[in-house]
């Protein structure tokens, strides 16, 4: 059974960091495109970042660039996202997911590409 599980979320003020783990077990990690998504209260769910099996591509919504950064390691089976420079409009419930196809040619970015999630870890930015 696959199960990815996030951890590091928490509450902290405008400008802090936090940096997200989700670690992966009963998977091929290693072969899977990996996403960061996050829902804010009333709004859809959306790809923060992503990064590609062999960590050769990542990607980031405009929102986050020059904050977030988006890592992996295959050895542990685990994608990290450091998030810097946090503003109130960060605060969501932030979800790992691992695509599907494995060995990807080019990055997953679409929602329905991702088939295995973990349960979520909550983000609050405090003004």
């Known amino acids: 059974q696959v199960q990815l599980v996030e951890s590091g979320g928490g509450l902290v003020q405008t400008g802090g960091s936090l940096r997200l783990s989700c670690a992966a077990s009963g998977h091929t990690f290693s072969a899977s495109d990996m996403g960061w998504f996050r829902q804010a209260p009333g709004k859809e769910r959306e ?15 405009d929102s986050v660039k020059g904050r977030f ?3 992996r390691d295959n050895a542990k089976s685990t994608v990290y996202l450091q998030m810097n420079s946090l503003k109130p409009e960060d605060t969501a419930v932030y979800y ?24 979520g870890t909550q983000v609050t930015v405090s003004s």
């Open 96 to 119: 790992c997911a691992a695509a599907s196809e494995p060995w990807a040619a080019v990055l997953g970015l679409r929602e329905d590409q991702y088939k295995e999630w973990g349960q």
């Open 69 to 71: 950064t988006i890592s």
């Open 47 to 61: 790809l923060v970042a992503a990064i590609r099996w062999d960590a050769g591509n990542t990607y980031y919504v």
